[in-house]
C-alpha cells in the first residue's frame, strides 16, 4: 500500500470512530484524500439531475465531418438508442440511475443515457486540466452490457479521436464481472490511434456488482488508476500527432510530427458516464443477458492537488511511435 493510501484509510477508521460517538449523519460526509481539494462534484441527493451539471448524448452515432458521412452505433456497432428519458436516467434515494430497456426505439432494440459534463445550450458545464476523478458506482452485468465512467477532451485541439485523447476511468464487460479495465486513447486521428493502460480482477470473488470507487489521478506526464483506493495501473507514456495523410490519421515519422509532451493529456477533460449495449468491444446480448440492466452511481468528485503540479518528465523514448 502506497504512503497517501495508507493516510486514506487512517481517516477512513477516524470517520468510523466519529461516527461511533456522533452518529451516521457524520459519516456520511467521507472525508477528502490527502494532498487534494475538491473542485466538483455531484451527490446526486436532489429529486431531479441537475441540468446545471448534466447534459445527454442522445441517439444511436454521430456525423463525421471528415469523412462526409453518419456513423452509427457510436463507431462500436453499439446497439442502444441513448435517451434523456427519465425511464433511462433519473434519481433514487440519492443515487443516479442509468438503466438499459430492452425496448425498441428508431430502429435500435434497446434505450440507454450517456450524461455528460461538456455544455448545456452552448455554455460549458464543467471540465479541468488534472486532478483526481472518482466515481462511486455498481454495475450492471451480462453477456453484452458494456457500464463506462470516463473523460473526453473538451476542445479536440489536436485533432479528432485520438489525436486529443480519451481517458477510461473505468469500463467493464458486463459478461465478466470480476475484471475491470483502465485506458487511455491516443495517437493519430483514427486509425493510426493507440491506447495503453491496465487491468484489475477482484480479490475474494467481488465484482462490478457491488459498490466501489473508482478514481484516476492525472498529473502532467502520468496518470495512476485506483479501485478503492488501490493502486492498479499507471501509465507515463503516450503521443500525439495531427498528421493526416489523404483525410486519415497517419503514424508520425519524426520528432516534427508529434505535439508538445504531454499532449493530448495537457488539456481540460470532461465527464462521460453511459451503458452501452453490445458492438465490437464485448459482443451482443444473448439469451442470458437480463434487462433492465442497471448502474448505480453515489457520487462523483473532482480534486484539485492542493500543492499544485510539478512539470511533467521528459517524453520516454519508449513512447515513442517511430
Known sequence: MNTRSQQFHVWQRLAVLIWLFNGPAILAADPTPPGWSLTWNDEFDGKTIDPKKWDFD???????????????????????????????????????????????????????????????????LFNQTYGRFEFRAKLPTGQGIWPALWMLPQDEKYGPWAASGEIDVLEARGQEPNKILGTIHYGSRWPANAHSGGEYTFPDGGTIADFH???????????????????????????????TENGQGAKPKTAADLNPWPAPFNQP?????????????????????????EMIVDYVRVYEKTDGYEPPPPREKSSLPF
Open 58 to 124: 442522445l441517439g444511436n452515432g454521430f456525423y463525421n465531418y471528415d469523412a462526409n458521412q453518419w456513423i452509427h452505433g457510436w463507431g462500436n456497432n453499439e446497439l442502444q438508442y441513448y435517451t434523456s428519458d427519465s425511464r433511462n436516467a433519473f434519481l433514487k434515494n440519492g443515487q443516479l440511475h442509468i438503466r438499459v430497456l430492452k425496448e425498441s426505439l428508431h430502429n435500435c432494440g434497446y434505450t440507454s443515457a450517456r450524461m455528460k459534463t461538456r455544455t448545456r445550450d452552448g455554455r460549458p
Open 213 to 243: 470507487t473508482y478514481a484516476v489521478e492525472w498529473e502532467p506526464g502520468e496518470i495512476r488508476w485506483f479501485v478503492d483506493d488501490h493502486q492498479y495501473a499507471t501509465k507515463k507514456s503516450w503521443w500525439s500527432s495531427s498528421k
Open 269 to 293: 477533460f470532461y465527464l462521460v458516464m453511459n451503458v452501452a449495449i453490445g458492438g465490437n468491444f464485448l459482443g451482443n446480448p444473448d439469451a442470458s443477458t437480463t434487462f433492465p440492466a
